[in-house]
């Protein structure tokens, strides 16, 4: 009985002892895999100095990948980009845009850009009562009075009397149109219906300027006389309707904006018009697409006898529009140099003979602050 209760006693003993070292086995591998793997739980939220060593190291590791991620995205980045070689035409071509004394990459001219309008700005009544006389009287003062004076002038002269004609350019060299023909860059346009005296055209051909005569009645659709070009269109101050143009195969009037487009030309150094009472319309058409900025001298001859195609309204009103569209000329630089009325003209101003004016008066404005 003594033996048995002793035997049981071992028994239990050494259970506990078995148990005790396998609690103790646990632990000590539990505290190891807090040091050098995840980190024990902490009771009073302070880092041990093991888990402190644990941070860094995670930390260095992130920067460490952040920085290798970065450089080979800055490779990435760098890949594409060209280099060229040292006497490559391309780097040649960069070196001359870079250099502004390089003749051959002129830098692209600004453009003034031009607000959209629809309509022209009328200036106030010449008195309270409109009447046409006032309206008149201000409107012939104008157009008689020059602004500018020319030291030279083209003139156009009659082939057998010899004498001074209708139209005049401005050959003064404070003007650019001098300078332009003297470095070949001269080109004028001439707008008329059966004109058979072009001295003033032959003149400036012979000084060496680039000459398009515009008649819609000409037979050919271009050709080339005595070293000018002669084209079967004329200027008008609308473009013409599809439909028609398909169906007659060619166009006869095109606005003074699609013909320099067709043709290619950015400016004209002389716009010489007879549009036989059409230029007031055709006038405020230059005036509100500004395509007088593309014009360095403006010939113009206007009828007075009647408003004009396409101008409405009573008497003085037509005369203060007559008047608002040269002041249009002027606030866009142009200046009055040259008058010619023809004393052989009816005297007629609206059907009326109104201070004795003619009924036609050729006029020449130059562009001051024309710079091609």
Same mark, same amino acid.
């Given at each position: 009985?003594?033996?048995?209760?002793?035997?049981?006693?071992?028994?239990?003993?050494?259970?506990?002892?078995?148990?005790?070292?396998?609690?103790?086995?646990?632990?000590?591998?539990?505290?190891?895999?807090?040091?050098?793997?995840?980190?024990?739980?902490?009771?009073?939220?302070?880092?041990?100095?093991?888990?402190?060593?644990?941070?860094?190291?995670?930390?260095?590791?992130?920067?460490?990948?952040?920085?290798?991620?970065?450089?080979?995205?800055?490779?990435?980045?760098?890949?594409?980009?060209?280099?060229?070689?040292?006497?490559?035409?391309?780097?040649?071509?960069?070196?001359?845009?870079?250099?502004?004394?390089?003749?051959?990459?002129?830098?692209?001219?600004?453009?003034?850009?031009?607000?959209?309008?629809?309509?022209?700005?009328?200036?106030?009544?010449?008195?309270?009562?409109?009447?046409?006389?006032?309206?008149?009287?201000?409107?012939?003062?104008?157009?008689?009075?020059?602004?500018?004076?020319?030291?030279?002038?083209?003139?156009?002269?009659?082939?057998?009397?010899?004498?001074?004609?209708?139209?005049?350019?401005?050959?003064?060299?404070?003007?650019?149109?001098?300078?332009?023909?003297?470095?070949?860059?001269?080109?004028?346009?001439?707008?008329?219906?059966?004109?058979?005296?072009?001295?003033?055209?032959?003149?400036?051909?012979?000084?060496?300027?680039?000459?398009?005569?515009?008649?819609?009645?000409?037979?050919?659709?271009?050709?080339?006389?005595?070293?000018?070009?002669?084209?079967?269109?004329?200027?008008?101050?609308?473009?013409?309707?599809?439909?028609?143009?398909?169906?007659?195969?060619?166009?006869?009037?095109?606005?003074?904006?699609?013909?320099?487009?067709?043709?290619?030309?950015?400016?004209?150094?002389?716009?010489?018009?007879?549009?036989?009472?059409?230029?007031?319309?055709?006038?405020?058409?230059?005036?509100?697409?500004?395509?007088?900025?593309?014009?360095?001298? %403006? =010939?113009? $001859? /206007?009828?007075?006898?009647?408003?004009?195609?396409?101008?409405?309204?009573? @008497? #003085?009103?037509?005369? !203060?529009?007559?008047?608002? %569209? =040269?002041? $249009? /000329?002027?606030?866009?630089?142009?200046?009055?140099?040259?008058?010619?009325? @023809? #004393?052989?003209?009816? !005297?007629?101003?609206?059907?009326?003979?109104?201070?004795?004016?003619?009924?036609?008066?050729?006029?020449?404005?130059?562009?001051?602050?024309?710079?091609?």
């Amino acid at each position: 009985m003594d033996m048995g209760r002793e035997r049981l006693t071992w028994g239990l003993l050494l259970r506990v002892g078995i148990l005790l070292t396998a609690v103790c086995v646990c632990i000590h591998v539990y505290l190891e895999k807090g040091r050098w793997g995840t980190p024990a739980p902490l009771a009073l939220g302070h880092p041990t100095h093991s888990s402190r060593d644990w941070v860094q190291q995670s930390r260095t590791k992130q920067v460490s990948a952040e920085a290798e991620e970065l450089g080979r995205s800055i490779k990435r980045r760098i890949s594409y980009v060209r280099t060229l070689k040292k006497d490559s035409p391309a780097r040649k071509r960069d070196a001359d845009r870079k250099d502004p004394s390089t003749p051959c990459c002129p830098p692209p001219r600004p453009h003034r850009k031009q607000t959209p309008r629809w309509h022209i700005d009328l200036e106030p009544w010449a008195s309270e009562s409109h009447s046409l006389e006032d309206e008149a009287k201000r409107f012939l003062n104008y157009i008689t009075t020059p602004q500018v004076s020319c030291a030279s002038l083209a003139i156009e002269e009659d082939a057998q009397e010899r004498t001074k004609g209708d139209w005049a350019a401005c050959l003064d060299p404070k003007y650019s149109l001098t300078h332009r023909i003297q470095s070949k860059h001269c080109r004028v346009y001439s707008f008329g219906l059966g004109v058979d005296d072009r001295s003033l055209e032959h003149t400036l051909t012979r000084a060496g300027c680039e000459v398009h005569l515009f008649d819609p009645s000409l037979k050919q659709p271009h050709s080339q006389q005595a070293e000018m070009w002669l084209h079967r269109l004329s200027v008008d101050w609308r473009d013409p309707n599809p439909a028609i143009v398909v169906q007659r195969q060619y166009v006869s009037t095109k606005k003074l904006a699609s013909i320099l487009n067709d043709f290619g030309h950015r400016q004209v150094d002389v716009l010489k018009a007879d549009m036989e009472s059409a230029e007031w319309k055709i006038l405020e058409n230059l005036v509100l697409e500004g395509v007088l900025d593309s014009v360095g001298q %403006l =010939l113009l $001859e /206007l009828h007075l006898h009647w408003a004009g195609f396409e101008v409405g309204g009573d @008497d #003085p009103s037509v005369v !203060r529009y007559w008047f608002s %569209l =040269l002041k $249009e /000329l002027e606030h866009a630089s142009f200046r009055l140099f040259h008058v010619h009325s @023809d #004393p052989a003209k009816p !005297r007629l101003f609206l059907h009326k003979n109104v201070l004795n004016a003619s009924s036609a008066y050729t006029l020449s404005w130059v562009n001051t602050e024309w710079k091609p």
